[in-house]
């Protein structure tokens, strides 16, 4: 089965600088998809990013970005140019590319911002 | 346009009662999925639907939970014989239904067993 690891429970950063949360995943596929989700206080997960596992580039948008380490099983999140409002619980999931459809979560990590 | 919704927002129910929560998806989307998310941890999956038949409903954890989709749109989680571990925050998402497509998700439904 796959299992998703976050090992950051808590991160916090500066409002303006950029910050990394770490993401690593146990599977022995090779075609899958991975995704960042953000869950601030109101409950409701909201899609970050998402990176399909056959393409070689890192997913980006806007301030979000991903490193994608398909050797090494890694899927970091960098955020630049952090803000207020990305203050949230943050999310990695992992999907299979081929059968079972659902998501599996990480532990998430809470981001907090300094003003 | 409107996004994923559930109902209710919150309950609260006695140990031993029989609770149902519902979820309406995206229009138009044919896959949906329910999730529970106890505090502190990430949700952790229950059933997938694909139309009206439940594909997946490996991560339903006994048979007190059961979960319907009669017409392909509406959703309904019910559980019987609720216990206080069954307290958590269950969330529901919908998608196109097309392989690797992203997951909407609702606002959840926070359920308190007394």
């Known amino acids: 089965a796959q299992t998703v690891t976050q090992s950051q429970p808590e991160m916090s950063v500066q409002e303006a600088e950029t910050v990394t949360l770490s993401c690593t995943y146990d599977?022995?596929?090779?075609?899958?998809?991975l995704f960042w989700y953000k869950q601030p206080p109101s409950r409701q997960m909201i899609l970050v990013i998402r990176?399909?596992?056959?393409?070689?580039q890192n997913a980006t948008e806007n301030r979000f970005s991903v490193n994608f380490q398909k050797a090494a099983k890694s899927f970091s999140l960098k955020i630049s140019d952090s803000q207020l409002g990305d203050a949230a619980m943050y999310f990695c999931?992992?999907?299979?590319?081929?059968?079972?459809?659902?998501?599996?979560f990480g532990q998430g990590t809470r981001l907090t911002i300094n003003p | 346009g409107a996004g994923v919704s559930q109902t209710p927002s919150n309950k609260v129910t006695e140990k031993g009662k029989y609770v149902e929560l519902r979820c309406d998806p995206i229009?138009?989307?044919?896959?949906l999925y329910w999730y529970r998310q106890s505090l502190g941890q990430g949700p952790e999956f229950l059933i997938y639907?694909?139309?009206?038949?439940?594909?997946?409903d490996s991560g339903l954890p006994n048979d007190r939970f059961f979960a319907v989709r009669p017409e392909g749109s509406v959703s309904t989680l019910k559980i019987q014989r609720t216990e206080r571990g069954d307290s958590a925050v269950y969330l529901c998402?919908?998608?196109?239904?097309?392989?690797?497509?992203?997951?909407?998700f609702g606002p959840g439904t926070r359920l308190t067993v007394l």
């Open positions: 229009s138009g989307h044919t896959a």
């Open positions: 990176q399909e596992a056959y393409k070689q």
């Open positions: 599977t022995s596929e090779s075609d899958y998809y």
């Open positions: 999931a992992y999907r299979s590319g081929q059968g079972a459809q659902k998501l599996v």
């Open positions: 998402a919908s998608s196109p239904g097309v392989m690797g497509d992203t997951q909407y």
């Open positions: 639907f694909q139309g009206t038949g439940a594909a997946d």
